[in-house]
């Protein structure tokens, strides 16, 4: 794959309307993400949009409820026929097992959750009350996932290594979290740049305010993809 191709941008923007803006500007994006907010105001008019100007869709729902409605709601996904759909490997063996037997034989890829890049070990130690270290944590999330059947894992790019050394290369990885050097972090506690992202190991990279909220997303998209080209 090209660096291009490994590139997965957020729809991260309130309506239908300032998403297909967002395309608009970035009419070389060819895998877009869509999450909570933009599928909770617009529902699948925007899968709709996005299958038919030819794009890969990364459903990011994060599912985390008990086996039988995780199961029908990820066959529900499947039906809209995106690339990838995620849920919470924290849902347990019976929830995961259930969503890969209801998504079977369909073009779907499930993705489960590890640890959300805007949790610290602090966090996860104090607020959450798991006694292991982030990264094992994470580990353990994305080898519950591949035992069940899963396709891949979302991870910080910063257990990338970790988690391909352990699990191999038949688990995909997709990292969000990613960040330029030149770009603010934002609320992202665990960031590593794209070129490092992928020569750890990563599949695919999510990106998004680095391009979308740039005064220029076009050029932001060019400059990133070079860099990775040029790593």
């Not at 690339?83 to 849902?91: G, T, V």
Request: glycine share 6%; proline share 6%.
């Amino acid at each position: 794959m090209t660096a291009a191709e490994r590139i997965i941008v957020p729809l991260d923007v309130p309506t239908l309307a300032d998403a297909i803006s967002l395309l608009e500007q970035l009419p070389q994006v060819n895998f877009w993400k869509v999450g909570l907010e933009l599928f909770v105001s617009s529902g699948p008019a925007i899968l709709q949009v996005l299958r038919e100007r030819q794009k890969r869709i990364f459903l990011d729902l994060k599912f985390h409820d008990i086996p039988n409605t995780v199961a029908k709601a990820c066959r529900g996904a499947a039906v809209y026929e995106v690339d990838f759909l995620s849920l919470h490997a924290a849902a347990g063996r019976a929830a995961l097992t259930a969503a890969a037997a209801a998504t079977q034989g369909t073009s779907t890829k499930l993705l489960a959750i590890s640890v959300l890049t805007s949790l610290s070990a602090r966090e996860l130690a104090l607020d959450l009350k798991i006694s292991l270290e982030l990264q094992d944590y994470a580990l353990q999330m994305a080898l519950l996932a591949q035992d069940c059947g899963l396709a891949g894992a979302v991870c910080s790019p910063q257990e990338i290594a970790a988690l391909r050394r352990v699990c191999g290369n038949n688990l995909l990885l997709v990292c969000p979290g990613i960040r330029p050097t030149w770009s603010d972090p934002g609320d992202q506690r665990r960031t590593t740049p794209p070129a490092q992202a992928l020569q750890a190991g990563a599949d695919y990279l999510v990106i998004g305010r680095p391009i979308t909220a740039a005064s220029h997303p076009a050029q932001a998209w060019e400059r990133i993809c070079e860099e990775i080209t040029a790593a």
